[in-house]
């Protein structure tokens, strides 16, 4: 007999793995992973139908091994879609787009009452770019939204996803009409607003009837599956991340933090790096032995700011630098600071949120550089809290969106999370990361003039 189940949906930019639980108790039955046929048109840039094509033959598989009542998606934030020639596209958060003066001119002003920056990870940022180049292509949403009316014919976003774009009113929670106005959007064009946990519409998937639900962006939604554990999460993917579950706003913090809308009473505040996993994987296609190396205090120094750097920068200016370096330099000893400068990037933002708050029981880490030990043995030991490794961390997403289609049909469920190891602070990088943080802000500011509190002139 086919078990009554609601599913999350994580549908990240390399695969999707998704989360099963039963509803009569909540349990586990299954966590999956499937891998996207590669379709990049450029860096960043991929077809959308690589995306439906492979949930269309999922869902299919799903609702023939479950009786699926539900069904919730989180999906990477950061993202516009526009359409092209043989079909739309998606512009994730890594594609390459060049810094604009114009458009940060035109912003100014309006993204005061939003969560986000003026910077070019952000949608608004490109929509303001097509704007002035005339190129009215662009849609007022991303991947999330044109998912949810792929699967039922409705426009519609939950919060956090509507903040990460740069269009929200966050105080309001409501479209920021003024900044629409400026881009030329008509507000019935825009998504409906929902709630996380609130059912979209049914969609027909071979035959059966699946209540759809927004669900959170996906670092909202990873932190939404541990809240039991700690309301504050850090995750080490391509990008990096530190953020916390909280009823304040912590945009206009020293730290440069971003803030997006859960529901009525919270909001999600964090830090992001571009500097993570892509860092990482630039240094194994290029050969460096970062997998091998021992990573011992002082020496050079790295900061891996290939993709530009976001907290607390913001700018597009910065690039990947090297420090410290003489005759004795070797090719191992680069590596090592390669995953120290990595490591250091996290461990920023951790503290950051550590700082902003009480974190008693530790903040949660996950993704997939949790796997590279040293690289933990570095952020612990230049952090003040204890690090916290769930067995499941490569599933907090689509655990999250879990949850949110399980809500969504009045049914509160509560993950029990197996946790595999907790790192207390130890200390051992302290000093070293303290100089790296130093010399960081000198190095932003007289190589790239750019400064942790401003922009690049």
Request: aromatic share 6%; net charge negative; charged share 20%.
């Given at each position: 007999m086919r078990k009554e189940v609601c599913v999350g949906l994580d549908v990240g930019t390399s695969a999707t793995k998704y989360t099963v639980l039963e509803l009569s108790g909540g349990d586990v039955v299954a966590r999956r992973r499937v891998e996207y046929p590669r379709q990049e048109l450029a860096v960043g840039v991929v077809p959308m139908r690589m995306y439906t094509d492979v949930l269309e033959q999922l869902l299919g598989d799903l609702v023939q091994e479950f009786v699926v009542r539900s069904v919730a998606l989180t999906t990477a934030w950061y993202s516009a879609v526009s359409p092209k020639e043989g079909g739309d596209v998606v512009y994730q958060w890594n594609s390459i787009w060049d810094r604009n003066p114009d458009v940060e001119r035109e912003l100014a002003g309006y993204l005061d009452v939003s969560g986000c920056h003026a910077d070019i990870l952000f949608p608004v940022y490109k929509l303001m770019t097509a704007h002035l180049l005339k190129d009215m292509t662009f849609r007022p949403y991303g991947m999330k939204e044109y998912l949810i009316e792929w699967l039922t014919g409705q426009r519609a976003t939950d919060y956090s996803t509507a903040s990460a774009s740069g269009l929200l009113d966050i105080r309001k929670r409501d479209w920021n009409t003024p900044l629409l106005d400026k881009l030329g959007f008509r507000r019935e064009e825009m998504p409906r607003l929902l709630r996380h946990n609130t059912a979209v519409s049914k969609a027909r998937v071979k035959g059966e009837s699946v209540?759809?639900?927004?669900?959170?962006?996906?670092?909202?939604?990873?932190?939404?599956?541990?809240?039991?554990?700690?309301?504050?999460?850090?995750?080490?993917?391509?990008?990096?991340?530190?953020?916390?579950?909280?009823?304040?706003?912590?945009?206009?913090?020293?730290?440069?933090?971003?803030?997006?809308?859960?529901?009525?009473?919270r909001y999600v505040n964090g830090g992001i790096s571009s500097n993570g996993g892509s860092v990482l994987d630039w240094a194994r296609r290029t050969k460096w032995a970062i997998d091998e190396v021992r990573v011992s205090q002082g020496g050079e120094r790295f900061f891996p700011w290939l993709h530009g750097e976001r907290t607390p920068f913001w700018s597009a200016d910065l690039r990947g630098t090297f420090t410290g370096m003489d005759v004795h330099t070797d090719m191992s000893t680069l590596s090592a600071a390669i995953v120290k400068g990595v490591a250091f990037t996290l461990s920023r933002m951790i503290n950051a949120m550590a700082h902003a708050r009480s974190c008693p029981s530790g903040v949660v880490v996950a993704g997939g550089g949790v796997r590279l030990s040293e690289m933990l043995r570095v952020v612990q030991g230049s952090v003040s809290v204890p690090l916290t490794i769930l067995k499941s961390f490569d599933y907090l997403a689509s655990d999250g969106a879990a949850l949110s289609a399980a809500e969504a049909l009045g049914v509160p469920l509560a993950l029990h999370h197996d946790i595999e190891t907790v790192l207390e602070p130890s200390d051992v990088f302290q000093a070293d990361y303290e100089a790296w943080i130093a010399e960081a802000g000198s190095v932003a500011s007289s190589v790239y003039h750019a400064g942790a509190g401003g922009r690049v002139e």
């Open positions: 209540v759809v639900v927004p669900g959170l962006g996906d670092g909202g939604s990873a932190s939404y599956a541990c809240k039991a554990v700690s309301e504050v999460a850090a995750n080490i993917g391509s990008t990096m991340a530190a953020r916390e579950l909280s009823t304040v706003i912590r945009h206009s913090s020293p730290d440069r933090t971003w803030t997006f809308v859960v529901d009525e009473n």
